[in-house]
């Protein structure tokens, strides 16, 4: 079992939040460390039993895939993407011309939790905006209406603790659907294999694929590149209104600034990926019902387009909510699509995928706490790599981990 300062200080904690929620924020509170993270600090007495609660759920300590018992007869299971119904894999996009616009990609996540709502399954959608007070910063939030859920449309690039109020959505006892990153998704699904209560109201699953959460020091070295304050923000979208869309800052005094997804990420050096997100088994969402994605051959814009999103169900309550939202308009299908695509979409998830066994294996060695990972095929795969890759990438890691860098300083607030 695993202090939280050591999920944390060994490099393991993304920050969602859920600790905060189980144990009360007079117990733990959410801080923004000085390296840009949302991170846990213990505040209040945590007693053995409560700490076993949250080693439980941590998405930080265990990671797992799909429920085998979630995933229809007729799934395949691919040793890269894992389960997913072959009939439902396709390019889509949302039917209505703006939500299309304003989402992330070609809108799809949005246009499911818009149609979720607007068809009375669920009385809520947990995911994240742009936090009103900072908007360079992102906050948790509870959608009741689809004008909601398209206000929280898009892509946010910093942290995020979308699980922080887990709870409190939980006392509200209506049903509701979650919309966030794969580990976000895998630390709802721990949470409801032990409370039923979380069983009986989550209803959905949806997820994107992840390339990795930066630290908010990514986009203050944008704001300083530009010479704007945080303070002076009225806006900071990172994506959306196009596909991908610009990143948009506007400012108090009326000045406003364009970034292209290029200038953005073009230099991987400047990205400032959390730790965790270095040994992510599971970046592209096991344990969701369906998963929204990009969808650029090669895996990368070569400028904008109208927006699309591959997407694809995993489970049976992935399949009808996709289908039944394509019959009744909400989402448009352009052409289907198979596991090989999603490789060429998505080539940086299959080269993670394939050296993450080696990776963990290598801070083994350097005397790291690893998670426990169930149901993710990750030694099989490496053990399907050329000769010299998994070596490679075990003293890769070891290495980083003996030089501190796959681990974080105690939190302090920043
Ligand atoms: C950190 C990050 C890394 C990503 N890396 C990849 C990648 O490698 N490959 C890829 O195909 N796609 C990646 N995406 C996803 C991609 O940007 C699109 O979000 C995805 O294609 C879904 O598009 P959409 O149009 O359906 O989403 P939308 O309809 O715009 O809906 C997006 C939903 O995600 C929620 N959300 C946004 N940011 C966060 C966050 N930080 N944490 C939790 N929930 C959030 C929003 O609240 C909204 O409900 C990443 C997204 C994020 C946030
Ligand atoms: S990953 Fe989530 S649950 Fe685990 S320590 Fe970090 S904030 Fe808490
Ligand atoms: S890479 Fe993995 S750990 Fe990092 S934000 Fe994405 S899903 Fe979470």
Redesign the pocket.
Not at 153 to 159: D, E, I, K, M, Q
Not at 206 to 214: I, K, P, R, Y
Not at 292 to 296: I, L, M, R, T
């Given at each position: 079992m695993l202090k939280i300062d050591d999920i944390v200080t060994g490099g393991l904690c993304i920050g969602c939040g859920l600790c905060r929620a189980m144990a009360g924020a007079d117990r733990i509170s959410m801080v923004t460390t000085p390296e840009g993270r949302e991170r846990p600090v213990v505040t209040g007495m945590l007693c053995d039993e409560d700490l076993a609660a949250i080693n439980a759920v941590c998405p930080g300590t265990g990671i797992e895939g799909a429920d085998p018992s979630s995933i229809p007869a007729d799934a395949e299971t691919d040793p890269i993407w894992g389960p997913a119904l072959p009939a439902t894999m396709a390019i889509a996009?949302?039917a209505d011309p703006e939500?299309?616009f304003?989402?992330?990609?070609?809108?799809?996540?949005?246009?499911?939790?818009q149609y979720l709502l607007r068809t009375g399954e669920v009385e809520a959608?947990l995911?994240?905006?742009a936090s009103p007070d900072a908007p360079m910063r992102?906050v948790a939030?509870v959608?009741e209406t689809p004008e909601d859920?398209l206000a929280?449309?898009?892509?946010?690039?910093?942290?995020?603790a979308?699980l922080a109020d887990f709870d409190r959505v939980l006392s509200q006892g209506r049903p509701f659907a979650v919309?966030?990153?794969p580990c976000?998704i895998g630390a709802v699904r721990r949470a409801m294999a032990r409370d039923k209560r979380a069983r009986g109201l989550v209803r959905y699953c949806?997820?994107?694929?992840?390339?990795?959460?930066?630290d908010l020091g990514k986009s203050s070295d944008v704001l300083d590149g530009l010479g704007v304050a945080e303070r002076d923000l009225t806006m900071f979208r990172?994506?959306?209104h196009g596909?991908?869309g610009p990143t948009r800052i506007e400012t108090k005094d009326g000045r406003n600034f364009e970034l292209t997804y290029e200038d953005m990420w073009g230099d991987e050096v400047g990205w400032r990926i959390q730790p965790r997100?270095k040994i992510c088994p599971d970046?592209i969402g096991e344990s969701a019902d369906l998963v929204?994605?990009?969808?650029?051959p090669g895996?990368g814009p070569v400028g904008e387009d109208e927006?699309f999103?591959?997407?694809f169900a995993r489970t049976g309550t992935g399949r009808q909510l996709l289908e039944r939202a394509v019959a009744d308009g909400a989402l448009t299908i352009v052409r289907p699509i198979d596991f090989r695509d999603l490789d060429n979409?998505?080539p940086?998830?299959v080269r993670k995928k394939r050296a993450l066994w080696a990776r963990l294996e290598g801070m083994k060695a350097a005397g790291m706490a690893i998670p426990r990972i169930e149901r993710l095929r990750i030694e099989e795969i490496a053990a399907t790599n050329d000769a010299g890759v998994n070596e490679r990438e075990r003293e890769g890691a070891m290495e980083r981990a003996r030089n501190g860098r796959l681990g974080e300083p105690k939190p302090v607030p920043g």
């Open positions: 996009h949302a939500v299309r304003r989402g992330a990609a070609g809108g799809v996540l949005t246009a499911l939790g959608i995911h994240v905006k992102s939030t959608s859920v929280s449309a898009a892509s946010r690039y910093g942290p995020a979308v919309i966030a990153k976000d949806l997820t994107l694929v992840c390339g990795g959460a930066s990172y994506r959306g596909n991908p997100c970046a929204s994605a990009d969808c650029w895996g927006g999103n591959a997407v979409f998505q940086h998830q």
